[in-house]
Protein backbone atom coordinates (compact mmCIF):
# COMPACT_ATOMS: atom_id res chain seq x y z
CA UNK A 1 0.00 0.00 0.00
CA UNK A 2 1.57 3.19 -1.48
CA UNK A 3 0.78 5.99 0.72
CA UNK A 4 2.64 8.80 -0.75
CA UNK A 5 2.31 8.68 -4.65
CA UNK A 6 4.49 10.79 -7.13
CA UNK A 7 2.13 9.69 -10.53
CA UNK A 8 4.73 11.78 -12.95
CA UNK A 9 7.89 9.58 -13.16
CA UNK A 10 9.64 12.32 -15.26
CA UNK A 11 9.04 16.07 -16.07
CA UNK A 12 10.49 17.99 -18.81
CA UNK A 13 10.84 22.02 -18.49
CA UNK A 14 12.78 24.86 -20.44
CA UNK A 15 15.35 26.83 -18.51
CA UNK A 16 13.57 30.01 -16.77
CA UNK A 17 10.32 28.18 -16.62
CA UNK A 18 8.09 27.06 -13.80
CA UNK A 19 8.57 23.61 -12.69
CA UNK A 20 5.65 21.90 -10.77
CA UNK A 21 5.71 18.45 -9.65
CA UNK A 22 2.92 16.77 -7.56
CA UNK A 23 2.35 14.45 -4.87
CA UNK A 24 -0.74 12.83 -3.19
CA UNK A 25 -1.30 10.98 0.01
CA UNK A 26 -3.71 8.89 1.28
CA UNK A 27 -2.96 8.63 5.26
CA UNK A 28 -4.92 12.11 6.54
CA UNK A 29 -2.78 11.48 9.64
CA UNK A 30 0.76 12.19 8.03
CA UNK A 31 1.00 16.43 9.68
CA UNK A 32 4.76 17.09 7.84
CA UNK A 33 5.53 16.94 4.75
CA UNK A 34 9.25 17.08 3.07
CA UNK A 35 11.25 17.73 -0.70
CA UNK A 36 14.27 16.36 -1.37
CA UNK A 37 15.89 16.40 -4.64
CA UNK A 38 18.76 13.95 -5.37
CA UNK A 39 21.20 12.90 -7.84
CA UNK A 40 22.34 9.31 -8.49
CA UNK A 41 24.35 7.98 -5.99
CA UNK A 42 24.11 10.37 -3.67
CA UNK A 43 21.74 10.90 -0.45
CA UNK A 44 18.89 12.88 -0.94
CA UNK A 45 19.55 16.50 -0.17
CA UNK A 46 16.57 18.51 1.69
CA UNK A 47 14.79 21.22 0.17
CA UNK A 48 11.72 22.53 1.89
CA UNK A 49 9.22 21.33 4.39
CA UNK A 50 5.26 22.28 5.61
CA UNK A 51 3.63 21.44 8.29
CA UNK A 52 -0.16 20.20 7.58
CA UNK A 53 -1.30 23.67 9.86
CA UNK A 54 -0.08 25.42 6.52
CA UNK A 55 -1.11 25.42 3.11
CA UNK A 56 1.96 27.39 1.46
CA UNK A 57 5.36 27.64 2.49
CA UNK A 58 8.44 29.70 0.27
CA UNK A 59 12.33 29.45 -0.08
CA UNK A 60 13.64 31.50 -2.54
CA UNK A 61 12.67 29.65 -5.67
CA UNK A 62 11.16 27.24 -4.12
CA UNK A 63 7.30 27.02 -2.62
CA UNK A 64 5.34 24.25 -1.41
CA UNK A 65 1.44 23.99 -1.43
CA UNK A 66 -0.50 21.55 0.65
CA UNK A 67 -4.42 20.65 -0.29
CA UNK A 68 -5.31 18.74 2.95
CA UNK A 69 -8.73 18.51 1.75
CA UNK A 70 -7.12 16.53 -1.64
CA UNK A 71 -4.71 15.35 0.14
CA UNK A 72 -2.18 16.97 -2.02
CA UNK A 73 0.94 18.96 -2.36
CA UNK A 74 3.27 20.56 -4.72
CA UNK A 75 6.47 21.77 -5.06
CA UNK A 76 6.99 25.00 -7.29
CA UNK A 77 10.60 25.88 -8.73
CA UNK A 78 10.78 29.15 -10.34
CA UNK A 79 13.06 30.09 -12.25
CA UNK A 80 13.84 26.93 -12.96
CA UNK A 81 17.43 25.84 -13.84
CA UNK A 82 19.91 23.66 -15.60
CA UNK A 83 20.88 22.40 -12.47
CA UNK A 84 17.81 21.66 -10.86
CA UNK A 85 18.33 18.37 -12.75
CA UNK A 86 17.49 15.56 -10.60
CA UNK A 87 15.19 12.96 -8.88
CA UNK A 88 12.55 14.88 -6.59
CA UNK A 89 10.97 12.56 -3.82
CA UNK A 90 8.19 14.18 -1.65
CA UNK A 91 8.21 12.48 1.74
CA UNK A 92 5.49 12.73 4.78
CA UNK A 93 6.18 12.20 8.31
CA UNK A 94 3.79 11.17 11.42
CA UNK A 95 3.47 12.01 14.46
CA UNK A 96 2.21 10.72 17.42
CA UNK A 97 2.57 11.75 21.43
CA UNK A 98 4.21 8.49 22.80
CA UNK A 99 4.01 6.78 19.90
CA UNK A 100 6.46 4.54 17.45
CA UNK A 101 6.09 6.88 14.36
CA UNK A 102 9.61 8.80 14.91
CA UNK A 103 11.83 9.22 12.74
CA UNK A 104 10.25 7.36 9.89
CA UNK A 105 9.56 9.18 6.73
CA UNK A 106 7.43 7.86 3.92
CA UNK A 107 8.79 8.77 0.39
CA UNK A 108 6.67 8.59 -2.53
CA UNK A 109 8.45 7.13 -5.75
CA UNK A 110 10.22 10.34 -6.98
CA UNK A 111 10.35 12.40 -10.47
CA UNK A 112 12.81 13.22 -12.73
CA UNK A 113 12.93 16.70 -13.57
CA UNK A 114 15.19 17.28 -16.58
CA UNK A 115 15.22 21.66 -16.98
CA UNK A 116 16.80 22.47 -20.93
CA UNK A 117 18.95 25.20 -21.24
CA UNK B 1 29.62 22.38 10.46
CA UNK B 2 30.05 18.91 9.15
CA UNK B 3 27.22 16.70 8.13
CA UNK B 4 26.19 13.48 8.16
CA UNK B 5 28.98 10.90 7.37
CA UNK B 6 28.61 7.17 5.88
CA UNK B 7 31.11 4.82 5.70
CA UNK B 8 32.32 2.81 3.32
CA UNK B 9 31.02 4.36 0.54
CA UNK B 10 30.87 1.57 -1.14
CA UNK B 11 30.98 -2.68 -0.41
CA UNK B 12 30.82 -5.95 -2.48
CA UNK B 13 30.18 -9.07 -0.20
CA UNK B 14 29.04 -12.81 -1.43
CA UNK B 15 25.89 -14.01 -0.31
CA UNK B 16 25.65 -15.36 2.83
CA UNK B 17 28.11 -13.09 3.95
CA UNK B 18 27.29 -10.30 6.69
CA UNK B 19 28.28 -7.05 6.36
CA UNK B 20 28.08 -3.45 8.61
CA UNK B 21 27.71 -0.06 7.80
CA UNK B 22 28.66 3.03 9.74
CA UNK B 23 27.05 6.45 10.47
CA UNK B 24 28.27 9.79 12.02
CA UNK B 25 24.99 12.61 12.52
CA UNK B 26 25.41 15.86 12.58
CA UNK B 27 26.71 17.04 15.81
CA UNK B 28 23.94 17.72 18.17
CA UNK B 29 21.64 15.40 15.89
CA UNK B 30 20.38 12.70 18.68
CA UNK B 31 18.21 11.07 16.43
CA UNK B 32 18.95 8.58 13.32
CA UNK B 33 17.38 7.08 10.42
CA UNK B 34 18.31 4.31 8.43
CA UNK B 35 16.88 3.80 4.57
CA UNK B 36 16.98 0.77 1.98
CA UNK B 37 17.09 2.46 -1.60
CA UNK B 38 16.40 0.47 -4.71
CA UNK B 39 15.13 0.49 -8.37
CA UNK B 40 11.64 -1.57 -7.57
CA UNK B 41 10.89 -0.48 -3.88
CA UNK B 42 12.30 3.44 -3.87
CA UNK B 43 13.13 4.58 -0.32
CA UNK B 44 11.95 1.94 2.72
CA UNK B 45 12.55 3.22 6.37
CA UNK B 46 14.27 0.54 8.14
CA UNK B 47 14.72 1.59 11.82
CA UNK B 48 15.52 4.88 13.87
CA UNK B 49 17.53 4.98 17.11
CA UNK B 50 17.01 7.57 19.79
CA UNK B 51 19.09 7.79 22.54
CA UNK B 52 20.64 4.45 21.93
CA UNK B 53 17.32 2.97 21.70
CA UNK B 54 15.38 1.82 18.66
CA UNK B 55 12.27 3.21 18.73
CA UNK B 56 10.93 2.54 15.23
CA UNK B 57 11.52 -0.29 12.98
CA UNK B 58 10.17 -0.81 8.96
CA UNK B 59 9.07 -3.81 7.96
CA UNK B 60 12.46 -5.86 6.83
CA UNK B 61 13.87 -9.13 8.47
CA UNK B 62 15.07 -9.53 11.51
CA UNK B 63 18.31 -10.25 9.82
CA UNK B 64 18.24 -6.53 9.27
CA UNK B 65 19.49 -4.89 12.28
CA UNK B 66 21.10 -1.50 14.33
CA UNK B 67 22.46 0.08 17.07
CA UNK B 68 23.09 3.37 18.64
CA UNK B 69 26.12 4.39 20.48
CA UNK B 70 26.35 7.22 23.25
CA UNK B 71 27.70 9.28 20.69
CA UNK B 72 24.74 8.94 18.62
CA UNK B 73 27.02 7.82 16.05
CA UNK B 74 24.81 4.27 14.03
CA UNK B 75 26.00 1.28 12.96
CA UNK B 76 23.49 -1.17 11.10
CA UNK B 77 23.97 -4.98 10.58
CA UNK B 78 22.73 -7.31 7.87
CA UNK B 79 23.64 -10.94 8.55
CA UNK B 80 23.15 -13.85 5.62
CA UNK B 81 23.09 -11.38 3.09
CA UNK B 82 20.89 -11.77 0.18
CA UNK B 83 21.31 -10.83 -3.47
CA UNK B 84 18.25 -8.71 -3.01
CA UNK B 85 20.33 -6.89 -0.31
CA UNK B 86 22.24 -5.07 -2.81
CA UNK B 87 21.04 -1.44 -2.48
CA UNK B 88 21.99 2.11 -1.78
CA UNK B 89 21.65 2.03 2.01
CA UNK B 90 21.09 5.98 3.81
CA UNK B 91 21.46 7.06 6.99
CA UNK B 92 19.57 10.70 8.39
CA UNK B 93 20.08 12.63 11.25
CA UNK B 94 17.90 15.15 12.99
CA UNK B 95 17.99 17.59 15.74
CA UNK B 96 14.55 17.38 17.43
CA UNK B 97 13.19 13.97 18.42
CA UNK B 98 9.90 14.78 19.47
CA UNK B 99 8.58 16.75 16.98
CA UNK B 100 8.67 16.97 13.40
CA UNK B 101 11.44 17.98 11.46
CA UNK B 102 13.34 17.71 8.30
CA UNK B 103 16.12 14.79 8.08
CA UNK B 104 19.57 15.26 6.61
CA UNK B 105 20.59 12.35 4.81
CA UNK B 106 24.41 11.00 3.99
CA UNK B 107 25.87 9.95 0.71
CA UNK B 108 25.08 6.43 1.16
CA UNK B 109 26.75 3.09 1.27
CA UNK B 110 26.22 1.23 -1.90
CA UNK B 111 26.31 -2.44 -1.28
CA UNK B 112 26.35 -5.53 -3.79
CA UNK B 113 25.69 -8.78 -3.25
CA UNK B 114 27.46 -11.03 -5.85
Known amino acids: DQQVKQNSPSLSVQEGRISILNCDYT??????FLWYKKYPAEGPTFLIS?????DKNEDGRFTVFLNKSAKHLSLHIVPSQPGDSAVYFCAASLFKAGGTSYGKLTFGQGTILTVHP | KAGVTQTPRYLIKTRGQQVTLSCSPI?????VSWYQQTPGQGLQFLFE???????NKGNFPGRFSGRQFSNSRSEMNVSTLELGDSALYLCASSYRPTENTEAFFGQGTRLTVV
Open chain 1, 27 to 32: NSMFDY
Open chain 1, 50 to 54: ISSIK
Open chain 2, 49 to 55: YFSETQR
Open chain 2, 27 to 31: SGHRS
